[in-house]
């Protein structure tokens, strides 16, 4: 059974850090794709970054601010900088296995995801 288990959110000023962790229990298996994904209050969910065992995939919208990390098969991280308001949201961390990790950027190409931790920046 694959479960996984978000910390580190919280509250912050703008232009303040957070760092996030992911910690995945992967019922023995390895290859999986681990992701995160954040959804502010009444908008879509949306794609921050992917990982393989070996790269990063990131979203356009992040790079230079936010940095994901594989710490290990198990264990993702994200570094978040300069944070602002509208990075306000809830955020998930996901992963499935198969495929390859540069595709998987949208909701449907994850089946496993963590209850999310929640970040709130203050202007």
């Known amino acids: 059974q694959v479960q996984l288990v978000e910390s580190g959110g919280g509250s912050v000023q703008a232009g303040g850090s957070l760092r996030l962790s992911c910690v995945a229990s992967?019922?023995?298996?390895?290859?999986?794709?681990l992701g995160w994904f954040r959804q502010a209050a009444g908008k879509k969910r949306e794609w921050i970054g992917t990982?393989?065992?070996?790269?990063v995939y990131s979203a356009d919208g992040v790079k230079g601010r936010f940095t994901t990390s594989r710490e290990n098969a198990n264990t993702l991280s994200l570094q978040m900088n300069s944070l602002r308001p509208d990075d306000t949201a809830m955020y998930y961390c996901?992963?499935?296995?198969?495929?390859?990790?540069?595709?998987?950027?949208?909701?449907?190409?994850?089946?496993?995801w963590g209850q999310g931790t929640q970040v709130t920046v203050s202007s």
């Open positions: 992967l019922a023995g298996h390895v290859g999986y794709c």
């Open positions: 990982t393989s065992s070996t790269t």
């Open positions: 996901a992963a499935d296995l198969g495929g390859a990790c540069s595709s998987r950027r949208k909701n449907v190409d994850f089946r496993y």
